[in-house]
Every structure is written in C-alpha cells, then in structure tokens.
T-cell receptor, first 113, second 112 residues
Framework: DSGVTQTPKHLITATGQRVTLRCSPRSGDLSVYWYQQSLDQGLQFLIQYYNGEERAKGNILERFSAQQFPDLHSELNLSSLELGDSALYFC????????????FGSGTRLTVV | AQTVTQSQPEMSVQEAETVTLSCTYDTSENNYYLFWYKQPPSRQMILVIRQEAYKQQNATENRFSVNFQKAAKSFSLKISDSQLGDTAMYFCAVGTASKLTFGTGTRLQVTL
C-alpha cells in the first residue's frame, strides 16, 4: 500500500456520460497530480493541485476538470466521455514539488463503451 | 520544453544477468531531479531510484544503479543480478519545480 488511495479501481461507462475519480493523497502530502495512461503508452500529465489551489496544467481536455478539497483529497471529473478517454488514470502525491519523486496510487481503469 | 527519450521499446535479459536501460532527456532548468519508475503487470507505479542533478555521484539502490552523464543529458539504469520479479515496464522521468515528465518506457522481460 503506497498510502495514496484511488477509487474506484475500475469503471465502465457509456459514451457521453460523466464520471468522477477520487484520490486521497498520502498523509502529509500537499500536492496532488493527475496522470492519464492510455494502453501501452507513457504517462501524460493532466493537472496539479497544491494545498487546494491549481498549480500546473498539462494536456488536460476542456471536458475534464479537477479540484482539491480542504481535506486535501482530490477529484477528477470527466464529462462527455468518448471512447478515446478509456485509460488508466493515476493520482500521485508529494510533500512539495517533485524533488523526492511522486507516490502513486494504484490507478482507476476507465473503460468507455 | 522538457523531453525524455527512451530509445529501447523492449529488452530481454536472462535471470542473474545484468541489463542497462537507456534514457536521455532535455530540460532548460538548472535545478532538476531524475527518476526511474517501474510498472509491473499490476500497473502500480513504483519509484526505483532517484538522482539529484547537482550531485556527481551516481545513485545506487541495492541491485539498481544509474549512470548519470550530465553533460550528455543521459541517465541510464543498470539492473544487476536480474530477477523474474524485475519484469516490468520501466519509465525514466525528469522533474523540475513545475512538472515531472515521463519517457515512453522500456518493457523489460526477465527470462529463465
């Protein structure tokens, strides 16, 4: 157990629908990062939050949004889902910045049918 | 822009042998860190080793060591005494104050 909790582990939904992925960072970590990994691909950075505020944005679609709550858990909202959104979505956390590497959750596997 | 290149999509090594995975990177930052992550079939991302770019000494973690060549922007991973459990996808990454960028990965198969 890495200490970063992601729910749900698996999600199957239809095109056009909206889903919410949840992440609880490791205790003491203030930063949360979201990554997307499509089949046999590398990890694409989506967005970072630090202590409740958006800190950096990557290749995140307008249909996707995220937030970090006062208790530091984060949610990634994916709407108007398309088949191409099927992927493994990782959340990672760190104390501050990336200097010591991220701790990753086990991911949420999203399948859009 | 920040890029990471892993030029070996797949590699194979026999158990107990040594294998080296290559990685080159580019960043305009002066202060950065380098990482190798392992992703086994379970898909969990596991930090294998990290290197501070300002340190000349190569990092070592048990059977895992790196060869960091800063001028060449090269950061290779050496796995000694390979074990079946080392079978995984390995990602190289460079981290700066603003982001952590991953390469496309090298799939390593350890065989008997």
């Amino acid at each position: 157990d890495s200490g970063v909790t992601q729910t749900p582990k698996h999600l199957i939904t239809a095109t056009g629908q909206r889903v919410t992925l949840r992440c609880s960072p490791r205790s003491g970590d203030l930063s949360v990062y979201w990554y997307q990994q499509s089949l046999d691909q590398g990890l694409q950075f989506l967005i970072q939050y630090y202590n409740g505020e958006e800190r950096a944005k990557g290749n995140i679609l307008e249909r996707f949004s995220a937030q970090q709550f006062p208790d530091l858990h984060s949610e990634l909202n994916l709407s108007s889902l398309e088949l191409g959104d099927s992927a493994l979505y990782f959340c990672a956390s760190s104390v501050q910045g990336q200097n010591y590497g991220y701790t990753f959750g086990s991911g949420t596997r999203l399948t859009v049918v | 822009a920040q890029t990471v290149t892993q030029s070996q999509p797949e590699m194979s090594v026999q158990e107990a042998e040594t294998v080296t995975l290559s990685c080159t990177y580019d960043t305009s930052e002066n202060n950065y860190y380098l990482f190798w992550y392992k992703q086994p079939p379970s898909r969990q991302m596991i930090l294998v080793i990290r290197q501070e770019a300002y340190k000349q000494q190569n990092a070592t973690e048990n059977r895992f060591s790196v060869n960091f060549q800063k001028a060449a922007k090269s950061f290779s991973l050496k796995i000694s005494d390979s074990q079946l459990g080392d079978t995984a996808m390995y990602f190289c990454a460079v981290g700066t104050a603003s982001k952590l960028t991953f390469g496309t990965g090298t799939r390593l198969q350890v065989t008997l």
